[in-house]
């Protein structure tokens, strides 16, 4: 047969990281998940997690492929997350896989999960199947890139959401209310929304521009929480974000009369640590903390310059998504308010992931490279290929 | 023959374009122009623009053909520029197609020279040659903008190259002279200085960096002129910019002792009028008919915040190349000053032309909406397909 159709092992773990990709709103806070089963250059089962609780990605390919009457014995599976191997809401996968009898399982990186964590592949091969560990591996770390920060780092992965002119300005000094970016950058962005666990912002733009913070413009099974970093507790209860979903308010006070008031509203008050004794300025560490222990994968965030500023002295923004409208617009306000510095290298500096054309918008994504390299070296095994 | 072999008018004008960009900064100041020849499927000749009095793009193709003993009756002829049919450094090219007696011409877009125009299409059809125009026609005109700016507005096309942080900071405070983009990006901007007829400066800029203002990291058969912009002549000529190359001083005031110094170093001043009475601030719109008047198709702008402000002010900027580097600095100088706004409609808008990664940096270029939109308008006719 023609080289054309020997298709490559990135080829079939680009079909399986797209179904994954699929179900990034539904499997959540499950990594998202996605496998193709081949056979003869021929893709006989394909399947990604389903929501929390439902079948893995591993057991819907095998039924599809079973479905369909196919012969398991002596096909490749490729998958894009290492198959679990201990019983939670479903049986192991690997067992599943083992009863196929695949020639191959092909998986893209490692399961960071304690109990996981390379075992999978031991058994796969203890019986004599073929596993080959590596395939597309960046890719299919940024896919779940909050899940394996949560359970490598103990810490959400939070990005920030920039909506700015090319000369770095977000809102006019008279602060009256405009879109900067165009509708399309505004969609793309409840897309990202949608596939975070919370939606952070600050008190100050709760007061200023008092949003709803929902996903809208994109399919969603459930909303993501709302979360506010509200160090002196001003927040309203008549406020649009109490709307009956899950709304989290961090602060540092505790007034039991307000207490109540906001929890009428369905919402929920976290008393976190100061920064400094004395001092009402929340502990940012603590939120993210929180976050992570609450099963909260990636973190979202919209917030105005202050916000922004203190979480990047934090150490807390591990990515930005920054969309650039083509405008300038002159002495204004900056996004992010930070102090000068003295010498260039002691910029904040990132490194740049992609950067996109959304209609006159520019998107551009960049990331924390250290913390990036920290999960990627544990999802990625030594005798990789 | 299967469809694969059947390769479009679109393939073709590609391969042309591809032999116009390389010719680029040789063909200047005349547009870079490139020519295929093709029959049944075959490219049996190509040519691109000779340096300034050279073989214009079509003869170029036609004498490779020649050279190949091919038989030119009945091929298609793709040429990205409406050819000539006037007598200037070479005969017109034209009667070279003429000549050939092709089947088919196509043309990416007219020329706008008033000797052209139209002109060539008409002799072309009056012998029966079939001509196609407008395959390709916006890539055309991009690659030969300050051609067409001149030919059409009487005015350069202005490129201005900016380096900045995320937040739109091009300096800190302090002044410290230090890079902000990477090697690669500023490499870059040497193929856009390579390309331009002239790179402008403030005289801030040669006060503070004295920069060479030199196309060091691109191969170029000669210089860009250098051009600053010095309203109360404060110029030192032992300025690095004096290195025996064409320097123009644009000025408001004459002070003959100081005007010999300069023309000593091979600097020429030019006088020019200022804005209002008993001001010394150059008009910037003569600057830039001077530029048109003297064949500068394109010009680079490498400036400080305050002259960027001014030719933004001036309705002077057609394009911004702006690189990117992923850092954030705070507090620090912007790249353009301008003033605060009351309305984001106020906001200087652009069209966004293409974003690019360089490295780490990212390059993104935006442009004059009406200003390109004017000049396509006369470069495509209204019976292009």
Redesign the interface.
Known sequence: MPDLYNLSDEFWMSQALDLARSSICVAWPNPSVGCVIVKNNFCIGKGSTQSFGGSHAEVCALHDAMGKHYVLEGSTIYVTLEPCCHYGKTPPCVNALLKAKPKSVVIAVLDPNPVVNGKSIQILRSVGINVKIGICAEEAIWLNIGFFSRVITSLPWVRTKIA??????SS???K?S???TSESSRKDGHYWRARSGAILTGIGTIINDNPILTVRHFPISRQPIKAIIDDTFLIDSNSNIFDGSRVVIFTTINDKEKNKKIIDQNGEIILVDSIGKNSNKINLSSVMKWFAENCINEVHVEAGPGLNGKL?KNNSIDE?L?Y?A???????N???????????KD??????L????ID???R?R?YNYDRWNLIKEKCILQDMT
Not at 164 to 169: A, P
Not at 326 to 332: F, K, T, V
Not at 347 to 352: E, G, L
């Open positions: 700015t002119s090319l000369d770095g300005r006019l000094y008279n009256k405009q879109w900067i990047l930005m920054l650039f083509p405008i300038l617009i002159g002495e204004a900056t996004f992010i308010k930070i102090p000068s510095i003295n010498e260039l910029a904040v500096a990132f490194s740049t992609e950067s996109k054309l006159n918008d520019i551009i960049v």
